[in-house]
DNA sequence: ATGAAAGCGCTAACAC
DNA sequence: GTGTTAGCGCTTTCAT
């Protein structure tokens, strides 16, 4: 591909020219405008961003950190972030750390030798690396330090949600299955589903899985719930997780919702296909998404942003899980 | 972030031996060497990737075309393409066509600028765009040109197994939904599901649904189907449109498989999180995901590839909603 | 073994 | 209105 100069000589203009012409700075007459696109379109130039970044500063990149885009939960908010910031013109550099804190460390290097204008984080684990740099860091589900904007869904609220949805529906016997111990998010979720259950003075089985979204660790996690039956109610920390539970469920012919209630958390695609459909809590992944990337660009702009911490509301959709 | 001619100058050495230390390209001497390294780790210097690639004529960068992340199929290949190039050192520009041609050609713009080595399109629409530029191509489920290499699963294989597999067990009076005209992949599932089907004498009833993984729309295609209890077998162009059918099927209280049995498209994860769970047809998407990397790479590297066209073999997965 | 200097493609200050 | 030129951060040739 040719650059900038050749398009100047072959339009026999000066190199400045073109770049105004290009970038809409400054005056260029009819005349020489129309010169200079018609050397463009013989040759299929296209600007060089590289070249432009060096100068200016700005790569009009974000490197997007993101455990794992095969569950459904980050594939759509890397979705709504994508789509809101290519509105403004940011390309994103996909980063699956598969919440591996090296992977995540080579990520930054990576990123930070691109140059990229701002990082959004989701269930990041280092620390140092991100206070040692001086791109905008926005952090989504763990709070990576004071001093950076940390954005999160209301998980304390959900888990007590969650409980008080048990509980007013009859359940008394409950399990609840939680995420594994470094995820901030679904420790929230159990916390607030524990305190809420003190209140009530109701005691709650605890298991733990060892994955979010890894189907068949999800299957042998099962394993570890001792006589599934003596519940009447289970609150599971993931969409994906309860689909798991609800089979296991239905294989030893216990009924959904009348022998055992299920609520799970996320509100994936997946819930409205189950069968019977899964109650859950809406994580409302368009406003994460929005204000993620808003924050960002603010960022960006050079604003101070007072508020770091930021926490979205969530809901509780009842589906068929629960009964009415 | 300081620059290389700063940590040559506090090293006390020329800009040419930062150069060589931090490529290994050329001897440095050991106190050189610690006398650099000393500069960088004071100063957090990270070289400037862009720099470099406008010099090198290399950015290290992919851009990945894909239709939407959101569907358990595109996102697990983008995660085995992310893998496997990070593992070479590329980085990944995400971009989503949305199927959308416009926003292909955009994002085509934006990866030319940021002069990515190399392209991963899927689901493509573009033709002249990408025979018109030099940036090597690799197209997935869809033929851009002749001259363009092009991977493919073996639909039009996949659409004869479904079928036999129906046949051999029993069906007779079988439905077919089929995936959105535009799609050439589920056009081949379709033509090989017929094509079978003639051989056996056995007409196939067909319903074509205008999305492939939008839930909503998807529940709205379903009206679509006129009296679907007359059926026996049903076969569907993927996974998420088949659960769908499945749910709708047991709001009607139609037994899966004693009265129909069903067929899906795509082994995503959600088969097994069905009840019963989903027979369907596996594309390896590891094998796809690997050739893909394998052919981008050696384009990269200027080697000539005779064989423009690659397809991949795929297998039919039996499981619980199709007899034994 | 190391450094000076040219040049990659671009932008912007400054002439004219 | 348009062109010349310096310089962004880097690599590499060519001296020394």
Known sequence: MSNMREIAKRAGVGIATVSRYINNTGYVSEE?????QKEIDKSGYVPNALARAIFTNSSKTIGLMIPNIT??????????????LNEYGYTIFLCHTEDNKDREKEYLEVLKSHRVDGIIASRAQLKEEYL???IPVVSFESEIDQSIL??????????KLAFSHLYQRGCRNILHIKGPKIFEATELRYKGFLDKAGEKNIGIDIVEFETD????KLEEN????KNIDKYDGIFVFNDIAAATVMKYLK?????????????????????????????????NIN?????????????????????????????LIQRETTRD
Chains 1, 2 share one sequence.
């Not at 940390?150 to 888990?159: L, V």
């Not at 979204?213 to 068949?216: A, D, E, I, P, S």
């Not at 099962?222 to 719930?225: C, E, F």
């Not at 294989?251 to 209630?261: N, T």
């Open 71 to 84: 569950n459904p939960f980050f594939n759509q908010l890397a979705t709504v972030i994508e789509d809101r």
């Open 251 to 283: 294989k030893k012919d216990i009924h959904i919702p009348r022998d055992i209630q299920i609520i799970g958390y996320d509100n994936s695609f997946i819930c409205e296909l189950l069968y019977p459909e899964l109650t859950t809590i809406d994580q």
């Open 213 to 216: 979204f890894n189907t068949k």
């Open 32 to 36: 020489v405008r129309a010169k200079i």
């Open 287 to 315: 406003e994460i998404g929005d204000l993620t990337v808003k924050l960002v660009l603010e960022l960006i702009d050079g604003k101070e942003i007072e508020i770091k911490n930021h926490i979205i509301d969530i809901s």
């Open 132 to 134: 040692n740099t001086k």
């Open 150 to 159: 940390t954005i999160s869904s209301d998980n304390y609220k959900g888990g």
């Open 222 to 225: 099962l394993k570890r719930i």
